[in-house]
Nanobody, 117 residues
Framework: QVQLVESGGGLVQPGGSLRLSCAASGFIFSTYAMSWYRQAPGKVRELVATITSGGSTNYADPVKGRFTISRDNAKDTVYLQMNSLKPEDTAVYYC???????????WGQGTQVTVSS
C-alpha cells in the first residue's frame, strides 16, 4: 500500500535551518506531484509547497525565498529545505501525495518542527 514517512524534524533556533525528508513507497513516485503541508496548534492545516512530476514548484507566500522543495525520483523521496526559520514556522509538517482520479492522495504521519530560542 501507499506509505509516506517523514523525517528530519526537531528543535532549531530562530534563523536556523532544517531539511525534512519524505520517503515514499507503494506507488510510482515519479509520476505524482508531491506537497508539504503544515499545521500549527489551533490552526488549520495549510499548504507550504508543491513540486510537480516535472519538477515545477510553487510556494506559499510566508515561505517564499526561505524554503525549497525538491525531489529525488531515484530515491522516491521528496525534501523540504527550510532556511531562516522563524518561530511562526513551528508546526507539524506533513507530506502528501497528489490526488488522482477517485483517490484523494495519501498523507504521511507528520514530523514536528519547533523554532525557539
Amino acid at each position: 500500500q501507499v506509505q509516506l514517512v517523514e523525517s528530519g524534524g526537531g528543535l532549531v533556533q530562530p534563523g536556523g535551518s532544517l531539511r525534512l525528508s519524505c520517503a515514499a513507497s507503494g506507488f510510482i513516485f515519479s509520476t505524482y506531484a508531491m506537497s508539504w503541508y503544515r499545521q500549527a496548534p489551533g490552526k488549520v492545516r495549510e499548504l507550504v509547497a508543491t513540486i510537480t512530476s516535472g519538477g515545477s514548484t510553487n510556494y506559499a507566500d510566508p515561505v517564499k525565498g526561505r524554503f525549497t522543495i525538491s525531489r529525488d525520483n531515484a530515491k522516491d523521496t521528496v525534501y523540504l529545505q527550510m532556511n531562516s526559520l522563524k518561530p511562526e514556522d513551528t508546526a507539524v509538517y506533513y507530506c502528501k501525495q497528489a490526488a488522482r482520479g477517485w483517490s484523494p492522495g495519501t498523507w504521511g504521519q507528520g514530523t514536528q518542527v519547533t523554532v525557539s530560542s
